[in-house]
Every structure is written in C-alpha cells, then in structure tokens.
C-alpha cells in the first residue's frame, strides 16, 4: 500500500514560521499531485494547496501569499513553507496524494493520506 510521512509540525508564536514535509514512503500508483489540507476538530478538511508532478504549484488565496510548496525529487519529499503564521492556522495538516485529473482542492480525490502533523500557533 502506497504511503506517505509527514514532520516538521510544533509550536510558535504568532509571526513564526513552520517548514512541514511529506515524504513519499512507498508509491504504488501514479501520482498526479500531493496535496496539503488542514483541520480542526470538527470541521472539514481545508484545501491548503498543492503540487503537481510536473511541479505546478497552487496555494489558496486564503492563505495570503504566506504558504509555499516545493519539492525535492532526489528526496522523494515534498514540503510546505508556512510563514507569518496566525492563531488561525492552528489546525493538524495533511499531505495527501492523488491520482488523475479530478479537481485538487477535494480531499475526496486523494487516495492515501498521511498521518498528520500538528501546528500550534499562540498569540
């Protein structure tokens, strides 16, 4: 079964930043782009942003230009760059992956997902 491993969550304070990765562990099928989610208890899971395997990256204009996504294929990993952070992004994030051409932005589409990683921001 295809999987995949994420770090990098902690603790800030506000302004702070967080680098999370998602390594690919094991790839059984092909993937068309990684996508990264968050969630709070209770509610959805929030498109974050992704990129494709050609390296087409996408963040939701929600997150005001402070996220960013890349990759490093010698590593099988790719990450998520989160500066100036806000209490509001406090949430656990997920790198998921998926195959074809269905829309990113729905965590439906995504077949595997990691386990997740919690990012605390304080005020």
């Known amino acids: 079964q295809a999987q995949l491993a994420e770090s990098g969550g902690g603790r800030v304070q506000a302004g702070g930043s967080l680098r999370l990765s998602c390594t690919i562990v094991?790839?059984?099928?092909?993937?068309?782009?990684i996508g990264w989610f968050r969630q709070v208890p209770g509610k959805e899971r929030d498109f974050v942003g992704r990129?494709?395997?050609?390296?087409?990256?996408y963040v939701a204009d929600s997150m005001n230009g402070r996220f960013t996504i890349s990759r490093d294929n010698a590593k099988n990993t790719v990450y998520l760059q989160m500066n100036d952070l806000e209490p509001e992004d406090t949430a656990t994030y997920y790198c998921?992956?998926?195959?074809?051409?269905?829309?990113?932005?729905?965590?439906?589409?995504?077949?595997?997902w990691g386990q997740g990683t919690q990012v605390t921001v304080s005020s």
């Open positions: 990129i494709t395997t050609s390296g087409h990256t």
């Open positions: 998921g992956a998926k195959r074809g051409i269905s829309s990113s932005e729905n965590p439906a589409n995504y077949e595997i």
């Open positions: 094991r790839r059984t099928f092909d993937i068309s782009a």
